[in-house]
């Protein structure tokens, strides 16, 4: 019998499963016991061998959490199975009341039981004035041989388990069942709690199995004398060893020179652990198993050295996808004139090097346009390409950029730290714009990193090794500027190893119809065709100086696309561009016009370059220049 349970439920719950005689089963349905509710439970009606073969099978199949049973069948199937069993036991009280049902229709009575050890029945012998005679059997066929022998002697009432029962009813005797409903009840409730407790283990255990097997990497477990206990798939795997080669084991004979005898002998912990199994290096760390106190034991979790490279790998590349990447190619670079032609040959040269590059240009010449596409042309071409501009931030922020930070390094640093531009650029290019503008603090952080390519993060105490290239750039003389004092010479002749001059766009003006029809092409210029042969052609436009060079050009081409529907006339539209380009506002260049600007916005750099006509980073660059501290200078006012 099955006890009523949602279908939906049945399957997380634990089975417990009474393996009965017939005359048990009708017993405890006459004795209406309460079956429990919190496993899926079953009775089956079984005998000795025939109950063997049922639960072996039910064993073996994994169906059952726990069994209960009686008598001769208790005893043979606790000889023979693993899993957990409760037997019907059998009380002293539970004696009396069998003995007390048997009194009433006779004074002898005999107790047969299969080699079960009962209560002292000499004092109930007494307190009842029965004649009781107790036999014991081994084997079933012992059972109809005893019986018919009491029936000669008189003996009509047997006291017994329900085999003995049934065939005691059978010849016409008066069978009285042993168990009682208290001692049935306990044993289902037993039953039940150790059923619970076991589903709760196995549970567990199989989560903890998962965990142990689908971990990335290897884990493995000894004891207290670095014996093997437990090992996961990766970790046989990593050995190229089979699991039951591995269990009973001492680990040393798997890892080199391993930090294990000391954890066991410490309890302390040793982390990233370079050791080796068989021929291959593996990262361990090592945990001690504590128990109060004292070790007992070690887990270590490893992966090969390979496995890990792997994995950075493939975590900066996801930082490459998120947009550290040189989006043009040497390819990309528009012009025929024999200037740009060799820049591009140089360039090709280098790519294939992994010298440093310094490329020296006038603004607007396309120096980062280089820089990308010497990237594109390297062997570090999958890698992330990382470019800032020394020029945009304060000397703490540049620095922070750079080189990164510990969690809490300083007031406003992020919880968990951040990473440096140095670290997201491993593997790849890091490309520092306008590098003349980086102060001399800065300049030696940056040349160690060159020398010995490792960073430190601000506030940090470890070494982070890093594999990068270093293209630089700047718009001004690196030379004069280390012959004033304001650029270190030992960082010069660093970043100088490979040289790339970018020539001014008035050197090459027979580049600029090129350029100026790639431009208008790409903003869509809806001028008619003839329109835009004679703009490309115009004379007005060989003769310009170009102060901003290509960045200027490309700006020229938007304002013609904007402009477009005032006109058709080419010279006109091309007067109107130029004139527009060139009633912008100057660079202030005069320390008192700065300063009245940072007055009248209260410091505020952002209004005060607005107020200039300026923008931010051009602002900074001129109170670098004129060394204006405007702050300080209040306070000493």
Same mark, same amino acid.
């Given at each position: ?163 003995i029962v049934e065939k005691a009813e059978a010849i016409g005797l008066r069978g009285h069942i042993i168990y009682s409903k208290e001692g049935i009840s306990q044993a289902l409730s037993t039953a ?154 140089? +360039? !090709? ?8 590059? =310094?490329?020296? &240009?006038? /603004?607007?010449?396309?120096? %980062? *346009? ?42 406003? +640093? !992020? ?8 670290? =997201?650029?491993? &593997?790849? /290019?890091?490309?520092?714009? %306008? *590098? ?202």
């Amino acid at each position: 019998m099955y006890k009523p349970v949602h279908e939906g439920m049945k399957f997380m719950l634990p089975t417990v499963v009474f393996i009965s005689y017939p005359r048990l089963t009708q017993y405890i349905k006459e004795l209406k016991i309460s079956l429990p509710q919190e496993v899926n439970f079953t009775m089956v009606d079984f005998t000795l061998n025939e109950a063997l073969e049922a639960a072996s099978r039910m064993e073996k199949e994994g169906t059952v959490d726990v069994f209960v049973s009686s008598g001769g069948n208790a005893k043979l199937l606790s000889q023979h199975l693993k899993t957990t069993l409760v037997e019907v036991e059998v009380t002293g009280f539970d004696l009396l009341q069998a003995l007390l049902k048997a009194k009433a229709h006779s004074s002898h009575v005999a107790i047969v039981s299969c080699l079960k050890s009962l209560p002292p029945i000499e004092p109930i012998q007494e307190i009842l004035a029965l004649d009781i005679e107790s036999i014991s059997y081994e084997q079933p066929q012992e059972v109809d041989p005893i019986l018919n022998k009491l029936r000669q002697k008189g003996v009509h009432d047997i006291v017994g388990g329900s085999l003995i029962v049934e065939k005691a009813e059978a010849i016409g005797l008066r069978g009285h069942i042993i168990y009682s409903k208290e001692g049935i009840s306990q044993a289902l409730s037993t039953a039940t709690r150790l059923a619970l407790t076991e589903r709760e283990h196995v549970e567990r255990a199989q989560v903890m199995q998962a965990v142990f097997d689908f971990a990335h990497g290897g884990i493995l477990a000894v004891d207290s004398n670095g014996i093997i206990t437990n090992v996961n798939k990766n970790a046989a795997n990593i050995a190229g060893r089979q699991k039951k080669d591995l269990l009973g084991q001492p680990a040393h004979y798997f890892f080199r020179k391993s930090k294990l005898p000391t954890v066991l002998t410490t309890g302390q912990s040793a982390t990233d652990q370079v050791e080796q199994i068989g021929e291959q290096d593996v990262l361990v760390n090592w945990a001690p198993l504590l128990i109060k106190g004292y070790p007992n034991g070690a887990v270590a979790t490893f992966q090969p050295i390979g496995a890990v490279q792997a994995s950075e790998q493939k975590i900066r590349l996801n930082l490459h996808q998120k947009g550290l990447v040189a989006k043009n190619t040497l390819d990309d670079i528009a012009g025929t004139s024999r200037t740009i032609l060799q820049a591009k040959s140089q +360039a !090709r040269l280098f790519a294939r090097s992994e010298s440093t590059v =310094l490329i020296i &240009g006038e /603004t607007g010449t396309g120096k %980062e *346009i280089f820089a990308q596409g010497i990237h594109n042309a390297s062997r570090r071409a999958q890698g992330p390409f990382v470019a800032i501009n020394c020029a945009a931030l304060p000397e703490n922020l540049l620095e922070s950029e750079l080189f990164g930070y510990e969690g809490g390094a300083f007031t406003g +640093a !992020r919880k968990q730290g951040k990473p440096g531009l140095f670290e =997201l650029a491993h &593997g790849g /290019t890091i490309f520092l714009d %306008e *590098i003349a503008e980086m102060s001399l603090a800065v300049q030696a952080r940056l040349l160690r990193v060159i020398e010995e390519r490792e960073v430190m993060r601000i506030g940090g105490d470890s070494i982070i090794p890093v594999d990068v290239r270093i293209i630089a750039a700047t718009n001004k003389h690196l030379h004069e500027l280390v012959q004033k004092g304001q650029f270190r010479e030992d960082l010069f002749y660093r970043l100088c190893v490979l040289l790339l001059l970018l020539p001014p766009l008035r050197e090459r003006p027979e580049d600029v119809p090129i350029l100026l029809k790639c431009f208008l092409r790409d903003l869509d210029c809806m001028l008619p065709q003839f329109v835009l042969t004679d703009i490309i052609k115009h004379q007005q436009l060989k003769t310009s100086q170009w102060p901003g060079n290509i960045r200027e050009l490309r700006n020229f081409a938007e304002r013609l696309t904007t402009l477009a529907s005032m006109t058709h006339n080419p010279s006109e539209l091309v007067s109107l561009a130029l004139t527009t380009y060139t009633s912008t506002p100057e660079e202030p260049n005069c320390k008192e016009e700065i300063f009245q600007a940072l007055h009248a916005t209260g410091g505020n750099r952002k209004e005060a370059a607005k107020l200039l006509g300026i923008r931010r980073t051009t602002l900074w660059r001129q109170m670098k220049k004129w060394e204006l501290d405007y702050d300080e200078t209040m306070k000493q006012q």
